[in-house]
């Protein structure tokens, strides 16, 4: 099964005390970029979350996870302010304040609106609390939004295994105008080499002749481009149903499915094989675009 890398979860819980609400989403991103929003008096489980995440076989993309803490009832906690943050805060009010000409009504209340002033201190114990109380709720947000990759996956898994089949069946095509193509060629060559030979009075071999128009003509051959196409058909189904994150893998074997193709291009002088290279040019493009959305 494959995931999408765009997602969203939500989970909302009061435990220990505490109201928790998690928000997790993402975007596409080549590697895991993982950003953490929590409140300041509750920071110092942020350097568990993103381990947290990857141990859930979040791999790639640009993850933000945003948390808010709103505790109510708490057990024996120490409030100080951060009077340099206070500090700066307040002359940043009141620098605004007399930017705008805005009336002045700074107050102890209107400061302590920003949560941000306050330091909580607790025991160790707590910190430990805290963590067992936030991960089970972000356990919870996890699981919806690992949900709403997979179903996001399922859709995506079903557009690229219709544009392979779409190939496969463009494939067949060129390898039946292939075969009359390489013939056809190798008769006109025969035939413009004697005409040659004839004109300039040259006795020539006729096994050299038989020789040498099958040799061009084999070169111009795509019975292996097709072997590999085929091959690499086979491994792009085998990719999809792992359960590993396939995203790069599928992104490799894309460029080999436009290198063969660009081969089959470059050998062919047929417009009707030319036009159906093109035609399995524009599916490997829309194939690459959508992989760009794989985990």
């Not at 220990?16 to 895991?32: A, L, Q």
Request: aromatic share 6%.
């Amino acid at each position: 099964m494959i995931r999408s890398m765009t997602a969203f979860g939500r989970a909302r819980a009061t435990v220990d005390g505490k109201d928790i609400t998690v928000e997790i989403k993402s975007v596409n991103n080549r590697f895991f970029d993982c950003s953490v929003k929590l409140p300041r008096a509750f920071s110092f489980l942020e350097e568990r979350i993103k381990p947290y995440l990857q141990s859930h076989s979040i791999a790639r993309g640009k993850v933000d996870v945003f948390i808010t803490i709103d505790v109510i009832d708490s057990p024996e906690v120490n409030i100080s302010v951060d009077e340099g943050f206070a500090a700066k805060y307040i002359e940043v009010l009141r620098s605004l304040g007399d930017k705008f000409g805005l009336r002045d009504d700074i107050s102890v209340m209107t400061v302590a609106q920003n949560r941000d002033i306050f330091i909580q201190t607790k025991p160790d114990d707590d910190i430990e609390k805290d963590w067992l109380a936030l991960s089970s709720v972000l356990d919870e947000a996890i699981a919806r939004f690992l949900s709403a990759r997979e179903r996001e996956g399922e859709n995506i898994e079903r557009d690229l295994v219709g544009k392979i089949e779409s190939i496969g069946k463009y494939v067949d095509e060129i390898e039946a105008l292939s075969k009359d193509d390489t013939e056809s060629y190798r008769q006109k060559l025969e035939a413009k080499l004697r005409e040659m030979l004839s004109d300039s009075r040259i006795v020539f071999d006729e096994n050299r002749i038989l020789t040498e128009c099958a040799i061009f003509a084999d070169k111009i051959a795509i019975d292996e481009e097709l072997v590999r196409l085929r091959s690499h058909f086979d491994g792009f189904r085998s990719i999809l149903s792992s359960d590993e994150p396939v995203g790069r893998r599928l992104d490799f074997l894309v460029q080999e499915l436009n290198r063969e193709i660009n081969t089959i291009g470059s050998k062919s002088a047929n417009s009707e094989i030319t036009r159906r290279v093109v035609d399995v040019k524009c599916e490997i493009e829309k194939i690459r675009e959508q992989i760009q959305n794989i985990e």
